[in-house]
Structures are given as C-alpha cells and as structure tokens.
C-alpha cells in the first residue's frame, strides 16, 4: 500500500514570497490532516478535511494560509504571504476513520519550508 | 486549553536497556491516547494507542501506561535497540469528537549500542 505522499520535500523562499504544498493521502482513506511541525515541538493541527469539506480549520492563520481538497482526494495547502515564523515542516496524515475519535493517523515526511 | 507536556527532553539509555518515556496531559475529556514515533526527516509513525477504560496495553516490545487518576502516560521500550533511537510524542483527542489529535512536545530516545 502506497503512503502518503507531499512535495515538495524542501522549499526555501523569502518573506512575502508565496508558496504552495501537495498532498495525496492513502486510497480510500476519507479524513485528511495539514499539521505544522516547528522544529522541537510536536506537530500542531493547521486543518482537517473529511472527504472534501473541512471540519476543523481552528488554528490555520487563514488571512495568510489556505487549504483545500477538492474532489475529496488530494489537497493543496498555500501561504501567502509568507513569515518568517512560519518556518516549519508541514506535515500532511490520513486515516481511513471518517466520524471517530479513534484510529491510526498515516503522516508523509513532509514539506519543510523555510522562510528568510 | 489543551496541553500534553513530557517530562524529560533526551533520555539516553544502553542497548538492551528497557526504556520509559512520560507524558502528561491536562485535558481529563481525552478519552484515547497514542504514542508516535518520529525519526529524523521523516513523519511521525504510529506506535500504540490506548484508550481511557483501558489502564495497560502491550505490543510488541512495547507497553503503554495510563493514569487517569493524575493524568499520566508512559511508552515502555523493552531492550531497546539502535533502531529505537528517534523522538517519541503522545497524542490525546481531547473528546473531541472527530479525530483530532494534540501533541506533546516529544522525547529524544538515544540508544548507545
């Protein structure tokens, strides 16, 4: 079974500049997480999609980050523009549960993006 | 609000060495919790969860701890091995419904061989 996949692996750009992740979870599996991840601290949930809506975007910075996933598969997260405090990997999980407090999340490696 | 916190930043121990890291977490509505395993430039991999009316589970070389009482987590690594070496984070749902998942701020496993 394929995992998750994310490009890019790397970015760097300069503040201001935009930028813009891909994330193609695993087949079938309907529920789908961005997490930020600042180096030395846990990932932090940015959005959360089930199917092509979203059920969480509590914490996403939404006058700089979007997030969408259309057609319920994959999805695009973009900041625009960007900080320099939002240098991070973005981490992209799935998991086959739709309406469920439990069950395995699947993590990619991740996009790390650094902003100077 | 939510907080999962870990006791100890870096604990390194000797091959073959049984391990413990600790979590704690503050929100008492959690109901399932899970341990992650996260290796250098890779994404975080799951290890075991458990659920809050359970108090042990096992896996394989491994075990998680739960006390509701004071709100502790612990992930037993027995004989531990090069390739335990990484960083571990709890996770609980804090009730919330769907699954979303808070973070603590991890543990760096290093295994002396």
């Known amino acids: 079974e394929a995992g998750v996949a994310q490009s890019p692996r790397y970015k760097i750009i300069e503040k201001r500049q935009s930028v813009a992740f891909w994330c193609n979870p695993i087949?079938?599996?309907?529920?789908l997480y961005w997490y930020q991840q600042i180096l030395g601290q846990g990932p932090k949930l940015l959005i959360q999609?089930?199917?092509?809506?979203?059920?969480?975007d509590s914490q996403l910075p939404k006058d700089r980050f979007s997030a969408e996933r259309l057609k319920g598969v994959d999805s695009t997260l973009k900041i625009q523009p960007a900080k320099l405090e939002d240098s991070a990997v973005y981490l992209c999980?799935?998991?086959?549960?739709?309406?469920?407090?439990?069950?395995?999340?699947?993590f990619g490696e991740g996009s790390r993006l650094t902003v100077l | 609000g939510e907080s999962v916190g870990l006791h100890l930043p870096t604990l390194s121990v000797q091959e073959g060495d049984n391990s413990i890291i600790n979590c704690a977490y503050s929100?008492?509505?959690?109901?399932?919790f899970i341990w992650y395993k996260q290796e250098s430039g890779k994404g975080p991999q799951f290890i075991i969860d458990?659920?809050?009316?359970?108090d042990k589970r096992q896996g394989q070389r491994v075990t998680v701890l739960l006390n509701k009482t004071v709100k502790h987590l612990s992930l037993q690594i027995a004989a531990t091995q090069p390739g335990d070496s990484a960083v571990y984070f709890c996770?609980?749902?804090?009730?919330?419904?769907?699954?979303?998942?808070?973070f603590g701020t991890g543990t760096r496993l290093l295994v002396s061989p």
């Open positions: 999980a799935s998991s086959k549960e739709t309406a469920t407090v439990t069950g395995e999340l699947f």
């Open positions: 087949s079938g599996h309907a529920t």
């Open positions: 999609f089930q199917n092509n809506g979203v059920v969480d």
């Open positions: 929100n008492s509505a959690s109901d399932y």
């Open positions: 458990i659920r809050s009316n359970m």
């Open positions: 996770a609980e749902n804090g009730n919330t419904g769907f699954q979303k998942l808070v």
